[in-house]
DNA sequence: ACAGCATATCAGCATATGCTTATATATACA
DNA sequence: TGTATATATAAGCATATGCTGATATGCTGT
């Protein structure tokens, strides 16, 4: 269920990231500092009930808002309330960990 | 955390019946067929954090949507994609399980 | 083919969660 | 005061959840 899915606080900031920027695993391994089993795991929960896509670029995996999803209105009615998370996006940035590749 | 609260199936189901009736710990009892343990705890939860208040009619207390939450908008909005559990309440009516105390 | 990196999956563990039963508290009424 | 009803809390249990470390898979470049 999508609602106990964003109720994590670690997949509602991911989901909050991928509102405005494709990512891929290891930057959210960066960004939260946390295993990249546990990334891995929390993004195929989300990807599983069609909330994210992916997209692979060579040897990455990025991962998006998949807009064309049922519940993609109240996802975004929801992430509208949740405080914007776009400075760790600066912060890799600053440390040169974001992988751009487009 | 609101999300995490309303992402439990029973949880959810109560405070859309909530959203219309107010309601008594002995009525969610019939209504779900869990103990009246389990729904108290859940009340004290969504209590906790502020979505429902609770008023004392005797030895009943009724509770309902806390309007002042700072969540409440978010919860509507969340409550309006949830199915309607009104049959709940007209089967309760029916077996004559309301507490109606005005 | 091989090494290196990114990602996925597996197995196991510690904690969180939702439930039950038993018990305590609060109110109503005889 | 005593009994019945409604609700809350405590203790314990089974399952779910989120994490880790180890391993498998997939792509890249040599």
Chains 1, 2 share one sequence.
């Not at 920027?21 to 990334?39: R, T």
């Not at 195929?44 to 997209?55: A, I, P, Q, S, T």
């Not at 692979?56 to 995996?61: A, C, D, P, T």
Request: aromatic fraction near 4%; charged fraction near 25%; include cysteine.
């Amino acid at each position: 269920m999508v609602l106990k899915l964003l109720g994590d606080k670690t997949r509602l900031a991911m989901m909050k990231l991928l509102e405005k920027n494709e990512c891929c695993v290891c930057e959210f391994v960066a960004i939260f500092g946390i295993s990249q089993s546990a990334i891995s795991q929390h993004l195929r929960k989300l990807r599983d009930v069609g909330l994210v896509k992916e997209n692979r670029k060579g040897q990455w995996i990025f991962y998006s808002l998949n807009k064309g999803s049922d519940m993609h209105g109240l996802v975004m009615k929801i992430l509208e309330l949740v405080p914007s998370q776009e400075e760790r996006i600066a912060e890799l940035e600053k440390q040169g960990l974001r992988v751009s590749c487009g």
